[in-house]
């Protein structure tokens, strides 16, 4: 934990995705401390005609969804969306501000591990 879930528009190369997903887990690891082993990073592309932003077809996006235990304080959460939009716009090339960063805490009592074990009984 955490897992990062990246949207993005098609039209990436390779390259570009491989960057985006070890640089956006290394951002995970500097802004809030995640040992790296906890992170998990998926990549999901959007085909041209599956993104509208403000009525409008055709545009570029990434667009983030962090999901991670309680716990984390305002300024970290800041960090990471930062260190996040940064990783992005300089991988792909978009203004920042065609890049969102959404998080989600979960208690700990929510979140799960290898045999029914809760992140709280886990002592997280």
């Not at 528009?9 to 082993?37: F, H, M, N, Y």
């Not at 993104?51 to 959460?77: A, P, S």
């Not at 990783?87 to 501000?97: D, M, P």
């Amino acid at each position: 934990m955490p897992y990062l879930t990246i949207t993005a528009t098609q039209g990436l190369s390779s390259d570009q995705k491989k960057q985006l997903l070890e640089r956006s887990s290394d951002a995970v690891v500097r802004s809030i401390g995640a040992p790296l082993k906890s992170v998990r990073v998926l990549l999901n592309e959007l085909s041209p005609d599956s993104y509208m932003d403000g009525g409008q077809f055709g545009g570029q996006t990434v667009m983030y969804e962090v999901d991670f235990i309680e716990g984390r304080n305002e300024e970290l959460k800041s960090a990471l969306i930062a260190a996040l939009s940064k990783t992005a716009h300089e991988v792909t090339g978009l203004s920042e501000q065609d890049i969102r960063v959404r998080l989600s805490d979960f208690p700990k009592t929510n979140m799960g591990m290898a045999g029914g074990i809760t992140a709280k009984q886990a002592g997280r």
